[in-house]
């Protein structure tokens, strides 16, 4: 029976050849539709081309026909249910995109990627990539990362790299319907451009996906999205590649921001009720051009540049906060908001690799530089202020104020230039050592287009790493290492007047863990401790609400494990744990005129225990049956940890039945149990006001056929 993709062997063969994207001159492969991947190299977690067996480092590779084959479809879903303690923040206003791991939450701390190239977080939304079709793997590397992508990775990095260029003919398509008026269409195609006398020179990929629902919630529920992903390849000798690609987003999500608390809990009368005006608008357009060169003169070294630009055209229309009144019996509505967001990022990376000796032993080096310039204009109607309240079932939901539209506000320009280096020491046939380091200098420039006034400052960071690996078997791994990793106080390239001053946070992390596959590849498992501290958190100046000062330190320190086990003829077991316990260790801020302190309190949004289970069964002959749970801890919306989010059980099943060695037909059912629970949520005085609630039970149905 087929586990993958009709095409999928095809697909695997033709992407092994294709050298050309490998990292330091080592050809990578693609990632296996099961296990752990530990010996598949990786983009993330170093530059050198490194195997997670090889990287002092805690790493997932997460195939993209993983995601698939569990009815993945967002980048969120496959992270969250197969990544190692990593959970999403889901919400509207930071793009459907902000997650949160190792104790640490947003896009500020959990830095996202998309082909190894960094996106710059505008006002804490980052919108692109969502959909998994287009997605031959997400790397997600846990901890520190400014060693290699500069600020704001001290949780982690999530690298989500795009299907490659192929020689070999490839032809997919996928049809999906389901509950709520869900809809689906996608196509995947590649291979060799040209006739046989050009041989392997020129390749295309070309993905396309669409999605369209009525939605659970309602009024103004429904979404739709559309998602083209396109790369030509040009090969004119064997050491020489050049590929082109452009990708297109664009998403009009949900207008969903929650469901207000009714004495602490979801009434069951009001679970598929939406409280937004009538007219709302939210839409998300992305645009990403990336021209990629790779030479690779010798086996020993290997130069790459990656040349791109990104722009990314945001819009909201909504009222956003909603509390239900016990005096009146009404939902109280405010954050009446009209947001448009207009951000290009334009840069180039370069590195180069080589490979020789140092001191007689076997080395590994690369270094390269990273430029960027990003410009960000913010229109809002921060300005206005109004709110009303409307019945808690049924009455007329209003229209948005036409009063209270958005004019400019500011607009940001940002420069920044880093130099980073890694560097590879083999000691011995089982030892080796492992060091990187990157020096960061961003310039902001902020216009108010209201009053005038302006700004500029330069922030620099550095982040650097030292780690060891020992193999007492050539598949085994004891590792350990130090990070010590940098974030913005906010989005960097969105910062405030009342934030410019102030120093970026710090962090470091030291981690221990060990890796390994037994019983012929069956096996595959990793453990890791770690502890992560981070200073120089924002508190507001006691007795002084309106003012913020840079005090306090955050820790957390946990265990993680992963695995993956083919433990009988037809049956295999994949799953991740993460414990951690996460607190302030020094933070006080002024509520109601006193000073509290939070010490010892949870971070908000962040969950001490996460775990994943897929267990899969070829239960017939061309039939195979997926069995998905996740565990999410309690969380608080409030630094004081009284506003409480429960925590929650999730079941997801999957059925698929190979009915032609080229097509599959498909169910899946999100959600068995119906469970109601909670992907974020509100507080206002340590009360929680509301909470956005995921999916219930839906079911859909997918046909699949390759040719």
Same mark, same amino acid.
């Not at 050849?17 to 598949?40: I, K, M, Y």
């Not at 083999?426 to 420039?445: C, E, K, M, W, Y």
């Not at 997918?702 to 040719?707: D, E, K, L, N, S």
């Given at each position: 029976?087929?586990?993958?993709?009709?095409?999928?062997?095809?697909?695997?063969?033709?992407?092994?050849?294709?050298?050309?994207?490998?990292?330091?001159?080592?050809?990578?492969?693609?990632?296996?539709?099961?296990?752990?991947?530990?010996?598949?190299?990786?983009?993330?977690?170093?530059?050198?081309?490194?195997? #997670?067996? =090889?990287?002092?480092?805690?790493?997932?590779?997460?195939?993209?026909?993983?995601?698939?084959?569990?009815?993945?479809?967002?980048?969120?879903?496959?992270?969250?249910?197969?990544?190692?303690?990593?959970?999403?923040?889901?919400?509207?206003?930071?793009?459907?995109?902000?997650?949160?791991?190792?104790?640490?939450?947003?896009?500020?701390?959990?830095?996202?990627?998309?082909?190894?190239?960094?996106?710059? %977080?505008?006002?804490?939304?980052?919108?692109?990539?969502?959909?998994?079709?287009?997605?031959?793997?997400?790397?997600?590397?846990?901890?520190?990362?400014?060693?290699?992508?500069?600020?704001?990775?001290?949780?982690? %990095?999530?690298?989500?790299?795009?299907?490659?260029?192929?020689?070999?003919?490839?032809?997919?398509?996928?049809?999906?319907?389901?509950?709520?008026?869900?809809?689906?269409?996608? $196509?995947?195609?590649?291979?060799?451009?040209?006739?046989? =006398?050009?041989?392997?020179?020129?390749?295309?990929?070309?993905?396309?996906?669409?999605?369209?629902?009525?939605?659970?919630?309602?009024?103004?529920?429904?979404?739709?999205?559309?998602?083209?992903?396109?790369?030509?390849?040009?090969?004119?000798?064997?050491?020489?590649?050049? /590929?082109?690609?452009?990708?297109?987003?664009?998403?009009?999500?949900?207008?969903?921001?929650?469901?207000?608390?009714?004495?602490?809990?979801?009434?069951?009368?009001?679970? $598929?009720?939406?409280?937004?005006?009538?007219?709302?608008?939210?839409?998300?357009?992305?645009?990403?051009?990336?021209?990629?060169?790779?030479?690779?003169?010798?086996?020993?070294?290997?130069?790459?540049?990656?040349?791109?630009?990104?722009?990314?055209?945001?819009?909201?229309?909504?009222? =956003?906060?909603?509390?239900?009144?016990?005096?009146?019996?009404?939902?109280?509505?405010?954050? !009446?908001?009209?947001?448009?967001?207009?951000?290009?990022?334009? @840069?180039?990376?370069?590195?180069?690799?080589?490979?020789?000796?140092?001191? @007689?032993?076997?080395?590994?080096?690369?270094?390269?530089?990273?430029? &960027?310039?990003?410009?960000?204009?913010?229109?809002?109607? $921060?300005?206005?202020?109004?709110?009303?309240?409307?019945?808690?079932?049924?009455?007329?939901?209003? +229209?948005?104020?036409?009063?209270?539209?958005?004019?400019?506000?500011?607009?940001?320009?940002?420069?920044?230039?880093?130099?980073?280096?890694?560097?590879?020491?083999?000691?011995?046939?089982?030892?080796?050592?492992?060091?990187?380091?990157?020096?960061?200098?961003?310039?902001?420039?902020?216009?108010?287009?209201?009053?005038?006034?302006?700004?500029? *400052? /330069? !922030?620099?960071?550095?982040?650097?790493?030292?780690?060891? %690996?020992?193999?007492?078997?050539?598949?085994?791994?004891?590792?350990?290492?130090?990070?010590?990793?940098?974030?913005?106080?906010?989005?960097?390239?969105?910062?405030?007047?009342?934030?410019?001053?102030?120093?970026?946070?710090?962090?470091?992390?030291?981690?221990?863990?060990?890796?390994? +596959?037994?019983?012929?590849?069956?096996?595959?498992?990793?453990?890791?401790?770690?502890?992560?501290?981070?200073? &120089?958190?924002?508190?507001?100046?006691?007795?002084?609400?309106?003012?913020?000062?840079?005090?306090?330190?955050?820790?957390?320190?946990?265990?993680?494990?992963?695995?993956?086990?083919?433990?009988?003829?037809?049956?295999?077991?994949?799953?991740?744990?993460?414990?951690?316990?996460?607190?302030?260790?020094?933070?006080?801020?002024?509520?109601?005129?006193?000073?509290?302190?939070?010490?010892?309190?949870?971070?908000?949004?962040?969950?001490?225990?996460?775990?994943?289970?897929?267990?899969?069964?070829?239960?017939?002959?061309?039939? /195979?049956?997926?069995?998905?749970?996740?565990?999410?801890?309690?969380?608080?919306?409030?630094?004081?940890?009284?506003?409480?989010? #429960?925590?929650?059980?999730?079941?997801?099943?999957?059925?698929?039945?190979? %009915?032609?060695?080229?097509? *599959?037909?498909?169910?899946?059912?999100?959600?068995? $149990?119906?469970?109601?629970?909670?992907?974020?949520?509100?507080?206002?005085?340590?009360?929680?006001?509301?909470?956005?609630?995921?999916?219930?039970?839906?079911?859909?149905?997918?046909?699949?056929?390759?040719?």
């Amino acid at each position: 029976m087929l586990l993958a993709d009709p095409a999928a062997a095809q697909e695997t063969v033709a992407l092994d050849q294709l050298s050309v994207e490998g990292e330091a001159g080592v050809s990578l492969t693609r990632a296996a539709p099961v296990g752990l991947n530990l010996r598949t190299p990786d983009r993330t977690a170093s530059r050198l081309g490194l195997t #997670p067996l =090889e990287t002092p480092a805690s790493l997932d590779i997460v195939s993209g026909e993983t995601a698939r084959l569990r009815g993945q479809n967002t980048i969120a879903e496959a992270v969250t249910q197969d990544a190692t303690g990593i959970t999403t923040i889901a919400a509207p206003g930071n793009g459907n995109g902000a997650f949160t791991s190792r104790g640490f939450a947003g896009p500020n701390s959990i830095q996202q990627l998309y082909d190894g190239t960094r996106f710059y %977080v505008g006002a804490n939304t980052v919108t692109f990539p969502f959909d998994t079709w287009n997605v031959e793997r997400i790397e997600v590397l846990r901890g520190p990362a400014s060693v290699l992508y500069g600020d704001g990775a001290i949780g982690g %990095v999530i690298n989500v790299v795009p299907k490659k260029p192929v020689f070999v003919p490839i032809n997919v398509a996928r049809a999906v319907i389901g509950t709520d008026g869900v809809a689906r269409l996608a $196509f995947d195609s590649g291979g060799a451009i040209g006739q046989a =006398e050009f041989g392997d020179t020129f390749a295309y990929r070309l993905n396309v996906s669409g999605n369209r629902a009525d939605g659970w919630i309602h009024p103004v529920g429904d979404f739709r999205n559309l998602a083209v992903s396109a790369a030509l390849l040009f090969r004119p000798s064997p050491d020489l590649a050049f /590929t082109v690609s452009h990708d297109l987003g664009y998403q009009e999500p949900a207008r969903y921001w929650g469901t207000p608390l009714v004495e602490g809990r979801i009434p069951d009368l009001i679970r $598929f009720r939406n409280y937004n005006v009538l007219d709302p608008k939210i839409t998300w357009a992305d645009n990403w051009t990336q021209f990629r060169t790779e030479w690779t003169p010798s086996a020993d070294v290997t130069v790459r540049n990656t040349a791109y630009r990104l722009t990314s055209r945001r819009h909201w229309l909504d009222v =956003e906060q909603y509390a239900f009144n016990r005096g009146t019996g009404l939902v109280d509505r405010s954050d !009446y908001l009209e947001i448009y967001h207009s951000q290009e990022q334009v @840069g180039n990376r370069f590195d180069a690799a080589f490979r020789g000796s140092l001191f @007689g032993f076997r080395n590994d080096f690369l270094a390269g530089f990273d430029v &960027n310039h990003i410009d960000f204009r913010h229109t809002n109607n $921060f300005n206005f202020d109004t709110s009303d309240s409307v019945p808690l079932v049924g009455g007329y939901l209003g +229209l948005f104020p036409q009063n209270g539209r958005a004019s400019p506000a500011y607009a940001t320009s940002t420069r920044q230039a880093s130099v980073f280096a890694e560097d590879r020491v083999i000691l011995a046939d089982n030892l080796s050592v492992l060091a990187g380091v990157r020096f960061d200098a961003p310039t902001l420039h902020r216009e108010d287009l209201r009053s005038g006034s302006q700004f500029e *400052r /330069t !922030y620099t960071s550095l982040g650097y790493r030292f780690g060891a %690996v020992y193999n007492p078997t050539p598949d085994s791994a004891l590792y350990a290492q130090y990070s010590f990793a940098t974030d913005p106080v906010n989005s960097l390239i969105t910062l405030s007047q009342s934030l410019a001053n102030f120093k970026l946070a710090t962090g470091d992390q030291v981690e221990i863990g060990a890796k390994g +596959l037994a019983f012929d590849g069956a096996l595959e498992w990793t453990v890791a401790g770690y502890r992560i501290v981070k200073d &120089n958190l924002i508190s507001a100046v006691p007795g002084q609400p309106t003012v913020s000062t840079q005090v306090g330190r955050q820790s957390s320190q946990g265990f993680e494990l992963a695995l993956g086990w083919r433990f009988a003829p037809g049956w295999r077991l994949d799953g991740n744990l993460a414990l951690l316990h996460a607190q302030y260790d020094r933070f006080d801020q002024t509520v109601n005129g006193a000073t509290v302190s939070f010490a010892g309190n949870q971070p908000i949004d962040v969950p001490e225990r996460v775990a994943n289970l897929w267990l899969t069964w070829d239960f017939l002959r061309d039939w /195979t049956a997926r069995v998905g749970l996740q565990n999410v801890g309690q969380v608080y919306s409030d630094f004081g940890n009284t506003a409480r989010r #429960p925590a929650y059980n999730l079941v997801n099943v999957v059925l698929d039945h190979q %009915v032609t060695v080229d097509s *599959r037909l498909s169910l899946r059912v999100y959600n068995l $149990f119906d469970k109601v629970y909670a992907i974020s949520g509100n507080a206002v005085n340590g009360v929680g006001t509301n909470w956005l609630l995921g999916r219930p039970l839906s079911v859909e149905v997918a046909y699949t056929v390759a040719w």
